[in-house]
């Protein structure tokens, strides 16, 4: 039971390139979401899901795109990086919303 | 939006001693709050949680209460352990859009 995997761990992407950030969860969980941590900001929802095909906007959305086409994965879209995306980008899944969240181990990106 | 305001930013113990972390919030619709602890480097991992039905609930060292009249809940860690240093953050959820993360707690204990 691997919990929620997060790839890549380390990203350094020019501006104006796309990349997508991948998450996946093996505890068939519902819910899923994106969060991007900034120092003395906490985490911010960027986009979350219910469950397979079904996503919403959070806090922070544009500049991000996601989908939700299997339970499991719950990939995260970067259209045209710009330096304001640099941050930690965090997945996490629960079974559903109101219940523990169990985060991947984030991805630093850097966008130059 | 919901507004979540948490204090102190930092916050230093010696071994042993309490701390308290509050947290305030603005929706009253606003229903469950967690509390995480993220070690440097590390994941956010909840610590305790609570519902807007209880007033407090303990887990060993660890309390939260929560004052709906006044949107405001707090950690309560007793016998603060070396371990203990990290950043806590505090969070509201109200179902809908906004699941919101207070700015986080630097809590270091000094043996």
């Known amino acids: 039971n691997a919990g929620v995997t997060q790839t890549p761990k380390f990203q350094v992407l020019k501006t104006g390139q796309s990349m997508t950030l991948q998450c996946a969860q093996d505890?068939?969980?519902?819910?899923m979401s994106w969060y991007r941590q900034d120092p003395g900001m906490g985490l911010r929802l960027i986009h979350y899901?219910?469950?397979?095909?079904?996503?919403d906007q959070g806090e922070v959305p544009n500049g991000y795109n996601v989908s939700r086409s299997t339970t499991e994965d719950f990939p995260l879209r970067l259209l045209s990086a710009a330096p304001s995306q640099t941050s930690v980008y965090f997945c996490?899944?629960?079974?559903?919303?109101?219940?523990?969240?169990?985060f991947g181990q984030g991805t630093r990106l850097t966008v130059v | 939006g919901e507004n979540v305001e948490q204090h102190p930013s930092t916050l230093s113990v010696q071994e042993g001693d309490s701390a308290v972390i509050k947290c305030t919030y603005s929706?009253?619709?606003?229903?469950?709050f967690p509390w995480y602890k993220q070690e440097l480097g590390k994941r956010p991992q909840l610590i305790i949680d609570?519902?807007?039905?209880?007033g407090e609930k303990k887990d060993q060292r660890i309390a939260v209460t929560l004052n709906k009249t006044a949107k405001h809940f707090s950690l309560h860690i007793t016998e603060t352990q070396p371990e203990d240093s990290a950043v806590y953050f505090c969070?509201?959820?109200?179902?809908?859009?906004?699941?919101?993360f207070g700015p986080g707690t630097r809590l270091s204990v000094l043996p």
């Open positions: 969070a509201v959820d109200n179902y809908g859009q906004n699941f919101v």
């Open positions: 505890m068939n969980h519902e819910y």
């Open positions: 929706d009253s619709a606003s229903n469950y």
């Open positions: 899901s219910v469950g397979a095909g079904i996503t």
């Open positions: 996490a899944s629960s079974t559903q919303r109101g219940t523990e969240a169990f």
């Open positions: 609570i519902r807007s039905n209880v």
